[in-house]
Nanobody, 125 residues
Framework: QVQLVESGGGSVQAGSSLKLSCVVSGINFSINAMGWYRQAPGKQRELVAAYTYTNITKYVDSVKDRFTITRDGAKNMMYLQMTSLKPEDTAVYYC???????????????????WGQGTQVTVSS
């Protein structure tokens, strides 16, 4: 069974940094597109950052120059380094691997779409 598990969320002050991790298990192939999403209360889930197997990355404008998405293929892990956090970054952050991100990134869409359970990030002013 494929599982994506996020960790690293927490409650911090504005201007702080956090590093989110997403570990992928139960899979024996490389996912061609993975991304971080977030959902704030009362808002729709939005893409924060994504990458493809060709190392193309994409960021939502509001996090450019503050967030960095990376991966460790050998460990089947993905990270989101978040710096200069703002109260508006407060949300539940989810990692995704598969169709949802592949479609946004314009790469081949396969039949799988995996989501983690989310990790809460709260930034206070």
């Amino acid at each position: 069974q494929v599982q994506l598990v996020e960790s690293g969320g927490g409650s911090v002050q504005a201007g702080s940094s956090l590093k989110l991790s997403c570990v992928v298990s139960g899979i024996n192939f490389s996912i061609n597109a993975m991304g971080w999403y977030r959902q704030a209360p009362g808002k729709q889930r939005e893409l924060v950052a994504a990458y493809t197997y060709t190392n193309i990355t994409k960021y939502v404008d509001s996090v450019k120059d503050r967030f960095t998405i990376t991966r460790d293929g050998a460990k089947n892990m993905m990270y989101l380094q978040m710096t200069s956090l703002k109260p508006e970054d407060t949300a539940v952050y989810y990692c995704n691997g598969g169709k949802t991100t592949a479609q946004l990134m314009g790469v081949t869409i396969y039949g799988y779409d995996y989501w983690g359970q989310g990790t809460q990030v709260t930034v206070s002013s």
